[in-house]
């Protein structure tokens, strides 16, 4: 099956500097990639996805880039806020295998005032 | 429009005993679906459901049973408890199957915090 890996575990940043979550998957046949926010004791929430037929996807400070050659795809935050702090999830489904989300391990990022 | 709900919120459950999690959406949706994360991991699909009448196995169902009688509702029955299902389970529901449509949102239930002892 689908496996993704996610790095890196936590991430220490500035306030106002970029953070970059990178996730690799093994199946070439995936093309759904959604990213999740999650913070401490709360449920997960979709902050932004791409499909496999775009190479990247921006929403204000968010984007996502989608190499499939590499079978890689990126989070990046520029500006980054206090409230940027939570843990982020990328995730992968293959649509020929039931489009079952498979879930990176996640990254812990901390936002420095 | 209460959205995804999951009850209970918490529970500890004695090894062996048996329980059930309630999930109920009231935004008609067909696909439904549970996971559960431990800590510090990902989330891992336990079972899904594509429509009333049709349920399929994700990626950790073993010890897990689900039925799906209703669009609204979709239970998780853990058959016989055990320390390794210690565990938080989101219910999950969204229109159409993760990423077959565009805009097509999955929505999470608050979580449910179980401790099998």
Redesign the interface.
């Known amino acids: ?1 689908e496996n ?1 890996e ?1 790095h890196p575990s936590t991430l220490s940043v500035q306030e106002g500097d970029s953070a970059v979550i990178k996730c690799t998957y093994s199946d070439s046949a995936s ?2 990639f ?1 990213w999740y926010k999650q913070e401490l004791g ?5 902050i932004i ?1 791409i ?1 496999s037929n775009v190479g990247e996807k921006k929403d204000q400070r968010i984007a996502v880039t989608l190499n499939k050659t590499a079978k890689h795809f990126s989070l990046h935050i520029t500006e980054t806020q206090p409230e940027d702090s939570a843990v982020y ?1 990328c ?1 992968a ?1 293959i ?1 020929a295998a ?9 990254t812990r990022v901390l936002v420095k005032p | 429009n209460a959205g995804v709900t999951q009850t209970p919120k918490f529970q500890v459950l004695k090894t062996g005993q048996s329980m059930t999690l309630q999930c109920a959406q009231d935004m008609n949706h067909e696909y439904m679906s549970w996971y559960r994360q431990d800590p510090g991991m990902g989330l891992r699909l336990i079972h899904y459901s594509v429509g009333a009448g049709i349920t399929d196995q994700g990626e950790v169902p073993n010890g897990y049973n689900v039925s799906r009688s209703t669009t609204e509702d979709f239970p998780l029955r853990l058959l016989s408890a055990a320390p390794s299902q210690t565990s938080v389970y989101f219910c999950a529901s969204s229109s159409y199957p993760p990423g077959q449509r565009s805009g097509n949102t999955i929505y999470f239930g608050e979580g449910s915090w179980l401790t099998v002892v």
Not at chain 1, 42 to 46: A, D, F, N, S, V
Not at chain 1, 98 to 105: R, S, V, Y
């Open positions: 099956g993704v996610q093309n759904y959604p709360k449920r997960p929430q979709l996805d499909r999830f995730a489904s649509r039931g489009n079952k989300l498979t879930f990176g391990g996640g």
